[in-house]
Structures are given as C-alpha cells and as structure tokens.
C-alpha cells in the first residue's frame, strides 16, 4: 500500500461517490457471464458428489468447488490422529485450490468492474454527443 | 466540592449505621461525641486541651450545618499524603500517640479516599469525555452509510449452479 494509487481503498471510496461504477460484493454480477469471450469459458467442475458431502458430513459452507480435496484431507486426518502432522499433502492440495478460487473471484470482480466502467463511459460519451 | 462530598457521606454513613442492627445506635459513642461549637475564648481553650491540641492551633469547623461541634479542622491531609518514612507508632494510620484524629479518618486511610490534588481537574475530565462522545457518534452518523469492504465476488457454491440458473466458469 506504499505506493500512490492504492486500488484496493479506491474501490471503496469510488462506491461512495459514484456507486453505479463499483460491482456487487453480495449479489450476482449484472453482465452476462460469456460478454467477451469469442471462444467461450471452461465450466467449473465439481467432483465430489452430493452422497459423498453428506457422508463425509461437510458443512454446507464448505461444500464449494474444492470440497473433493477436503473430503481426502478430513479422511487422512480421521486415519492418522493425534499425527496430524502426516496429512500435510492434502492439506496444501484443499489451500492451492481455495486459493485458486479467491483468486478468481478477485478476477470477477474486477471483469465486472471494467465492464461497469466501460458502459459508464459510454453513457457519459452519449450525453455529451447528444448536448 | 468533594470535601463537601466526604462531609455530607460522612454523615450519610452515621445516620446509615444507626440504623443497621448490628451495630449500637450511636455511632459516636457517647463518651467521644464532640461537644457544641465553642463560643467563648474559655470554652475554645478547654476544647483545645481536650484535643491535644495547642489553643492557637485549635481550629473547629464552621458551624454552618455541616460542622462536627467542637471537632477540630485537621486539614485536608488523608494518610497517604502522609510520609511513608516517618516513625510512627501506628504505621497504618501514620499517628503517633496522642495525636489528634481527622473527624472522617476511616474514609481517608491510605487504601480508601485520597485528599490530594488531582493530576486532572473535574471539568477536564467532563469536557473529554463529551468531546470523545460527541465525536464517536457524529462519525457513525456521517458514516453510516458509507461502507468499506474487501473488493471479491461472492462464493461460488455449486449448489447453485445444479438448476442452471446460474453458471460458474473458469478464466
């Protein structure tokens, strides 16, 4: 944060001067998910299937994209306790994936926030074509 | 006005305890309560040496309601102004013997009330504590809806994206 132009502050102090240009921290993005993409997005995929979560008991807010992970994890852990110390592997696996994870949400976010601020542009370009 | 205060509770605490039921009803024994407020010369004279004090030290308390008689005015010094190296022979109290006793003594005894003069008056005191007050709540009301938060779209759960409403992609 040494530096002169700190985004992550002017993400905040831009939503309260000009809210309609700063994305959504709780609800879904307003622009379609595909805008942009000639050849199309890869979807996510979940490999843990629903019987498995539920026998495994995974709270239901664990239960993302990098639940397989966690499910080997708790598994190794249940088999080797107190020696927890050995379940190291899958426990850097589950972290490399939720940190895969926040940093495409960090990218979403800020695909949503060029987006907003390229249809502000045009707005502004369109009131000033039409003055 | 705290001396006011510790005269005034002074009395609260007599009156309080003659009427609780484990103590006598006269706090002031009967044969220690001061005599009346000294009129004449003979009469201070006589209360002096009844105090162990010398006539031109004696002092009483006004008599304006909220004096103690003939008591004597022992200034507003408690026990731990009081040197803590001086050879007494009752260290707790810091008196030698047969000096005379501060009429609200057990309200001023080093681990109680202290009679020295504050680091920070009483109108400080109030002013910064209503500066400080003033300025939290005019902050919460200027702020209020001005939020900070960490610029990250929300969790992904696919939970979701079962019903095909919504879908989740990778970059």
Wanted: glycine share 4%; with cysteine; aromatic share 12%.
């Amino acid at each position: 944060m040494g530096t002169g132009n700190s985004q992550y502050i002017s993400t905040f102090t831009e939503s309260w001067s000009n809210p309609n240009v700063v994305p959504s921290v709780l609800d879904k993005p307003k622009h379609d998910s595909l805008e942009g993409f000639e050849s199309g997005r890869q979807e996510r995929q979940r490999k843990a299937s629903e019987e498995d979560l539920y026998w495994a008991k995974i709270p239901p807010n664990r239960r993302d994209y990098c639940a397989d992970h966690l499910i080997e994890l708790q598994r190794c852990r249940k088999l080797n306790y107190p020696f927890l110390s050995k379940c190291e592997h899958y426990k850097h696996d589950w972290d490399h994936c939720q940190n895969e994870d926040t940093i495409l949400r960090m990218k979403e976010f800020e695909r949503e926030r060029r987006l907003l601020k390229r249809d502000e542009r045009k707005r502004l370009s369109e009131e000033a074509a039409m003055e | 006005m705290s001396r006011l205060a510790l005269v005034r509770s002074s009395i609260l605490y007599n009156q309080v305890r003659s009427f609780s039921y484990s103590r006598p009803a006269l706090v002031f024994a009967r044969d220690f309560k001061p005599g009346e407020y000294p009129k004449t010369e003979a009469e201070r004279r006589a209360a002096a040496k009844k105090y162990g004090l010398r006539p031109e030290d004696y002092e009483p308390l006004p008599d304006n309601g909220l004096g103690f008689g003939d008591y004597p005015n022992l200034g507003r010094i408690s026990t731990d102004m009081k040197s803590d190296w001086g050879d007494y022979d009752d260290p707790y109290l810091k008196r030698n013997f047969g000096e005379p006793i501060h009429v609200v003594q057990d309200q001023i005894t080093a681990d109680k009330v202290s009679l020295a003069k504050t680091r920070v008056s009483f109108s400080q005191i109030v002013f910064w504590f209503l500066f400080g007050s003033f300025v939290f709540i005019g902050l919460n009301y200027l702020l209020w809806d001005k939020k900070c938060f960490i610029p990250i779209a929300p969790k992904q759960y696919p939970r979701n994206a079962l019903n095909g409403e919504e879908k989740h992609y990778k970059f």
